[in-house]
């Protein structure tokens, strides 16, 4: 019997959605201005070097299409995903006159005051989906893409300009005003790390501000001695520091579509760890995946005191002191926007009998069958059946392995060839990568007869008859005998009266033709 073209169910949606498709993440990172800054670019490409596949339409808009992890085994989906989340104090602010006033070029003054409070914390992964079920859920994080940036502080700017002409003399002059302090009391930092920085893994990231004078003193001046003679006194110099600690509390994973799976599913909460979901048979399933995070601050106030003297010319400097206060700054929450992932899963449907039967088989022929079976969900499905290793030789598969497209049906096809007489089963095992079903059992069932023996002729459609009730219809042998119909009801074949009248009639034809001849 030939292999029947793989078909199309009826009613099947897009099919492909994970043929070919591969995950390419390339992740670009760089430090600049003294801060981390990090990029990347992410895609899922087919293998052609296309677009990637648009995914099947129970997608939602923005979702991430998960693929297959590789092709030896169909049984994990893999998703890259990515977070960023930006949380700004509200104190913070950007403000700058101009240069003022507008209509007088020859003399300006510009005022600027900043206060940058915000801080930014970035990760990626792949969310990888593994069955059978209960599937198994996990975050694996991507090397060197988490980023912990944060900017804080205070700046204080007063600036002049002047661009006047005089007789024979022409002023040009821009910079800072020297009585008016500016003020850069200002710190930036950033840190790269893998994530997900769950504890005692934490991320951290330090800066200081530049040093600002806040005044210096000339004790000796105070004490009488000009100034010409000797001078000495204390300096007060200020720098501020700020440590930032970011860590992963848990990664929530909800399952949003269909509507069946939507249970309860335990959040990750360390490294390397997963999670389970209890899956229902369904064709995909969708789910909302979002760290939950804290970053910790501690603020540090360097007081730094320097002592000097000058005498006659030559100065003498004194150790410098740093006497470090904290300052606790507290907490803050980091609950990241969830990322969708849309997994697409096989849906196996076997055949519906569970016992097949091939009938009557003359010892030492064969006959070939096929079982018909399906996929209905919205991923690549992969079939392999085997019957029990003694049987093997008796009832043998013929194409042990079959797959199908989404909303493809193959055929499995079997033979039987019996070497002793008398009534043989064996159990027919479909092993396939539907995450609910992973495994289906069959029995086939078959008689050896002898040679000479009255066997049905086969089906029209060609395919099996189950063992219980026996219709009396099977299919035919190779190199054996498919003789007549097997008596029945009006349900199974004949009548027993017209067989007998069958029979009669050929005895008549042949006497004649003897007498003939």
Known sequence: MKKKRARTLPGAGRT????GMRGSWTYVVALACGMGVLSWVGAAQAADGGAADAGPPTMSPGAVLAYYCGEA?????????????????????????????????????????????????????????????????????IRYTGLLKFDYGLIVEALGKIDISLPGYHIEWQGPLPYVPNIDFHVLGGEIFDPFAFKPETASASAFTASVD??????????????????????????????????TDQIDITAQKPAEQMVEIPPIKAASA???????????????????GTVHYDGVLHLIPAFYVEVLGKDFDMPIYDYPITVPLGDQDFKFSPVRVHVSLPDVVPPEQKTYNFGKVVVGSSKKATLPISNKGEARARAVSSVEPSMAQIFKVLSSTV???????????????PKTEGILKTKLTISSNDPDSPQ????????????????????????????EPLPGFYQGTEGGCACGTTPGGPEGGWPMWAGFGLLGASMVIRRRRRDTN
């Open 16 to 19: 492909g959605y994970h043929e």
């Open 73 to 141: 085994e169909l049984q994990c989906a893999i998703a890259p995903v990515q977070w960023e989340k930006k949380v700004e104090l509200p104190i913070a602010f950007d403000w700058d006159t101009g240069w003022i006033p507008k209509n007088f070029d020859e003399l300006q003054v510009k005022f600027h005051v900043q206060v940058p409070a915000e801080t930014v914390v970035k990760m990626a992964g792949n969310f990888k989906t593994q069955w059978p079920k209960p599937l198994t859920l996990g975050v694996p994080g």
């Open 214 to 247: 806040l005044f210096a003193i000339n004790v000796l001046e105070l004490a009488g001695i000009p100034s010409q003679v000797a001078a000495g006194g204390v300096k007060l110099k200020v720098k501020g520091e700020l440590k930032a600690t970011y860590w």
């Open 274 to 292: 997963t999670t389970i979901h209890a899956y229902k048979p369904g064709q995909y399933v969708e789910y909302d995946v979002a760290p939950d």
């Open 403 to 417: 797959e199908m497209k989404p909303g493809e049906a193959e055929e499995i096809q079997l033979r039987f060839a």
């Open 440 to 467: 289906q059992v069959l029995e086939l069932v078959g008689e050896g007869v002898p040679e000479g023996t009255d066997i049905p002729e086969e089906t029209e459609d060609g395919g099996f008859v189950p063992e």
